[in-house]
C-alpha cells in the first residue's frame, strides 16, 4: 500500500500558528498494531510495514499566508457536522494562520464551474459564528460529476491555493481528477479531502463525522418501534436505515438500543425461507415471546430483486428497497403461516442525517478541520485527513478511494457484540 503524501516542496515559511508542539513530518503511524505472537510481529517488520503520516501543525509551511486563497467546497448528501467543519476550517485560517480571503462555493462542485452561475460567499468568523446550530451544509451541495478542466479554471481564476473537499467517496473522487488537471497545468493548488459520510465506510478511516449523530438519532426510530412491537398482540417492529455497502450504522443503532432482535446488514448474507432461515426463526421468536424489533440496512437483501445497472447521479447503483419488501414478505409469510401479526415500518433515513452534529461529532469535526488546514498550509495535496487507531492522519486520496470500508463479521468485534445483544443466530442460512 503506498501511504506517501504528495508534497509540493521544501516549507521554508515559519508557521505563524504558534502553538508550544508541533508535529515532526516524519512523524509516522504503523497500519497494524496488534500481533498474535512475536514471530507474526518478526514477519511484519521484515516484510516492510505499511505506515501512515501523522497529521497535525508543521513548524514550517509551505504557503505565504498573506497570498493564500482558500476554497471550500460540500458536495454529495448532507451530514452532520458539515457546518461544524466548515466553521472550523474558517476559523483556523482566519485566526492561526492569518488567511483572510476564504471562499466558500455553493452546490458542490457545480459552484467551481461558470456555467452554472453560482457564485462564491466570501466566509469570515462573523458568518460562519452559528452555522453549527443548523444541520445541512451553510454551501449547499450537489451530486454529479463536473469537467475538471472547469473547476481548475476556476481555481485559477479566484486564485485558490488550498482547496478543501468536503464529502464522500464521490467528492474524493471528483478531487482526485481536479488534482490531475492541476498537474498537467504544472500548477500548485493543494486539494484537501475531509471524508464525510454518515455510512461510515471509508477505506482507512477509522471513523468518519456525522456517524455519532446518525447511529444515535437512528436509535430512537428503534426504540419507537419497540414501544410499537410490544405494544400489540405479535407485533413486529421494522426499522430500515441507510447503509448501502455498509452495516455500521445498523449495527451501532443496535447495540445503543439493546431492544433489536435482529439486525440484517449486507456484509452478511441471509435467506428468508427455509429451515433456519430468517423467517422461519422470526416466526419461532413470534410464537415465544410475542413481539420482535428488527433493523434492516438499505444495501441488505439485495439479492432478493433482479439485478439493475441504473445507477443515480453520483454513480451508484440504485438499490431496491428491502424495508417494503420485507414488510410485505413477512405479511404475507404470517398469514400462510395463519399468524396474525402487527407489523409497524419505520424508515427514519432523512431525519438521521439532516440534523446538527451531536457534541462528539462536534468536537470531531473541529479536530478534522484544523487537521485539514494545517496539511493544506503545509503544501500537502491529493490526500484526505482521517483517523487510525485515534491518531489523526494523512491519507492518500487514492487510497481511500480504492474499495469501500465494510464491516467483516468473521473478525468483527463489533459483529460479535451484535450477536450477543440481539440473540440472533450467527447464520440464516436455508438449510
Given at each position: 500500500m503506498e501511504t506517501k503524501i504528495q508534497n509540493f516542496g521544501e516549507c521554508s515559511i515559519p508557521s505563524p500558528a504558534d502553538y508550544e508542539y508541533y508535529t515532526s513530518d516524519t512523524s509516522r503511524l504503523i497500519f497494524r498494531t496488534v500481533f498474535q505472537s512475536k514471530e507474526d510481529w518478526n514477519s511484519y517488520v521484515q516484510e516492510?510495514?505499511?505506515?501512515?503520516?501523522?497529521?497535525?501543525?508543521?513548524?514550517?509551511?509551505?504557503?505565504?499566508?498573506?497570498?493564500?486563497?482558500?476554497?471550500?467546497?460540500?458536495?454529495?448528501?448532507?451530514?452532520?457536522?458539515?457546518?461544524?467543519?466548515?466553521?472550523?476550517?474558517?476559523?483556523?485560517?482566519?485566526?492561526?494562520?492569518?488567511?483572510?480571503?476564504?471562499?466558500?462555493?455553493?452546490?458542490?462542485?457545480?459552484?467551481?464551474?461558470?456555467?452554472?452561475?453560482?457564485?462564491?460567499i466570501e466566509l469570515t468568523p462573523e458568518k460562519v459564528a452559528h452555522i453549527v446550530d443548523e444541520g445541512g451544509s451553510m454551501l449547499s451541495s450537489s451530486r454529479g460529476n463536473q469537467s475538471p478542466e472547469e473547476m481548475v479554471d476556476s481555481l485559477s481564476f479566484y486564485g485558490v491555493k488550498i482547496l478543501f473537499c468536503i464529502g464522500g467517496d464521490g467528492t474524493l473522487r471528483g478531487a482526485r481528477t481536479i488534482v490531475d488537471e492541476i498537474a498537467k497545468r504544472k500548477e500548485k493548488i493543494s486539494v484537501?479531502?475531509?471524508?464525510?459520510?454518515?455510512?461510515?465506510?471509508?477505506?482507512?478511516?477509522?471513523?468518519?463525522?456525522?456517524?455519532?449523530?446518525?447511529?444515535?438519532?437512528?436509535?430512537?426510530?428503534?426504540?419507537?418501534?419497540?414501544?410499537?412491537a410490544k405494544g400489540a398482540p405479535n407485533g413486529i417492529g421494522l426499522v430500515k436505515l441507510m447503509g448501502r455497502h455498509s452495516g455500521f450504522i445498523a449495527v451501532n443503532a443496535a447495540l445503543a438500543s439493546r431492544n433489536v432482535n435482529y439486525c440484517l446488514i449486507p456484509e452478511v448474507d441471509f435467506d428468508l425461507f427455509g429451515n433456519e432461515a430468517f423467517l422461519d426463526d422470526l416466526k419461532k421468536r413470534i410464537q415465544k415471546k410475542g413481539h420482535a424489533v428488527i433493523i434492516v440496512a438499505e444495501g441488505a437483501g439485495q439479492k432478493f430483486f433482479d439485478s439493475t445497472e441504473e445507477r443515480d447521479s453520483s454513480g451508484n447503483l440504485k438499490l431496491k428497497d428491502i424495508g417494503l419488501f420485507l414488510k410485505d414478505t413477512m405479511t404475507e409469510f404470517f398469514k400462510k403461516e395463519n399468524i396474525p401479526v402487527n407489523i409497524k415500518y419505520i424508515d427514519p433515513s432523512y431525519i438521521i442525517r439532516s440534523i446538527p452534529a451531536n457534541a462528539e461529532d462536534s468536537v470531531f469535526c473541529g479536530f478534522l478541520a484544523q487537521n485539514a488546514v494545517h496539511a493544506g498550509m503545509a503544501g500537502k495535496t491529493d490526500m484526505v485527513v482521517g483517523m487510525w487507531n485515534n491518531v489523526f492522519t494523512h491519507l492518500p486520496i487514492s487510497v481511500a478511494i480504492q474499495e469501500r470500508k465494510v464491516l467483516q463479521p468473521d473478525r468483527s468485534t463489533l459483529w460479535r457484540s451484535l450477536l450477543a445483544s440481539t440473540g440472533q443466530p450467527a447464520h440464516m442460512l436455508a438449510k
Open positions: 516492510g510495514p505499511d505506515f501512515f503520516e501523522q497529521a497535525g501543525p508543521r513548524e514550517k509551511i509551505y504557503f505565504n499566508p498573506q497570498e493564500v486563497t482558500a476554497g471550500i467546497v460540500t458536495c454529495g448528501g448532507l451530514c452532520p457536522g458539515i457546518n461544524d467543519v466548515i466553521r472550523g476550517i474558517v476559523m483556523e485560517l482566519y485566526y492561526r494562520y492569518g488567511v483572510s480571503r476564504i471562499l466558500g462555493f455553493p452546490y458542490g462542485y457545480q459552484g467551481l464551474v461558470k456555467r452554472y452561475s453560482h457564485q462564491p484537501v479531502g475531509i471524508p464525510k459520510t454518515i455510512d461510515n465506510d471509508i477505506n482507512y478511516v477509522q471513523k468518519t463525522f456525522g456517524f455519532s449523530t446518525a447511529f444515535s438519532k437512528a436509535m430512537e426510530a428503534v426504540e419507537c418501534a419497540h414501544v410499537e
